[in-house]
């Protein structure tokens, strides 16, 4: 059974960190993101990666501020989040596929989400 399992969620302060983690079990992915959703919102792109780990993609958002890396060897993929904003709460939601892309509709694969809240 393919699993997609997050963690590293919680409160902060602007200008704070966090850093989420998504374990995959089961199988492989070629590409793993973050998608993230704010309440009322649409569901929006984050950042993906390759499998190589050198292909990465972020949205502009978050670009220089949000690094994403992943550890093959433990099949995990990780979100590290600094300089946070009030505007990055959201529920972040783990993804993983075949092809890094920005669209949610290419990912067949989901985590259940973890909330990431940022007071001001």
């Known amino acids: 059974q393919v699993q997609l399992v997050e963690s590293g969620g919680g409160l902060v302060q602007a200008g704070g960190s966090l850093r989420l983690s998504c374990a995959a079990s089961?199988?492989?992915?070629?590409?793993m993101g973050w998608f993230r959703q704010a309440p009322g919102g649409e569901r929006e792109f984050v950042a993906a990666i390759a499998w190589n780990g050198r292909s990465t993609y972020y949205a502009d958002s978050v670009r220089g501020r949000f690094t994403i890396s992943r550890d093959n060897a433990k099949n995990t993929m990780y979100l590290q989040m600094n300089s946070l904003k009030p505007e990055d709460t959201a529920v972040y939601y783990c993804?993983?596929?075949?092809?890094?892309?920005?669209?949610?509709?290419?990912?067949?694969?989901w985590g259940q989400g973890t909330q990431v809240t940022v007071s001001s």
């Open positions: 089961g199988r492989t992915f070629n590409a």
């Open positions: 993804v993983a596929d075949e092809i890094a892309t920005m669209l949610p509709e290419q990912y067949d694969y």
